[in-house]
């Protein structure tokens, strides 16, 4: 299993995930074992339907492993699908407090 790390979003017109700044992560010692890149959510999705854990990174400062938001495949209507974080609602650690990629 592969663990990727999303330091940044880009959200469509809609507030869905549409892309995604990330890289795959070593959570024994929290390093970076690729470089950033620049992701369509379809990869993401790929990602977790093949058993990859996707971590939010909310805090630059706290190790991955310690982030505790996941995400998780969503379906919204007859749209593709998309990622939205798991677990009940937590306060500064929402899709709208990640950093957003430029347009």
């Known amino acids: 299993m592969t663990t990727f790390a999303v330091s940044k979003i880009r959200l469509d017109c809609d507030g869905n995930v549409a892309k995604v700044y990330w890289s795959v992560v070593d959570l024994s ?9 620049l992701a369509p959510v ?9 058993g990859d854990d996707v971590v939010a990174l909310f ?11 996941r995400f998780v495949v969503v ?20 899709l709208c407090d990640m950093q957003k990629l430029d347009r």
Not at 29 to 37: I, L, T
Request: aromatic share 0%; no cysteine; glycine share 8%.
């Open 29 to 37: 010692s929290n390093e970076q074992v690729s470089a950033e890149v």
């Open 42 to 50: 379809r990869e993401v999705v790929d990602a977790i339907q093949a």
């Open 59 to 69: 805090d630059s400062n706290m190790p991955a492993r310690l982030q505790e938001r």
């Open 75 to 94: 379906q919204r209507g007859d749209g593709p699908k998309s990622v939205g974080l798991r677990g009940p609602t937590i306060p500064m650690q929402e």
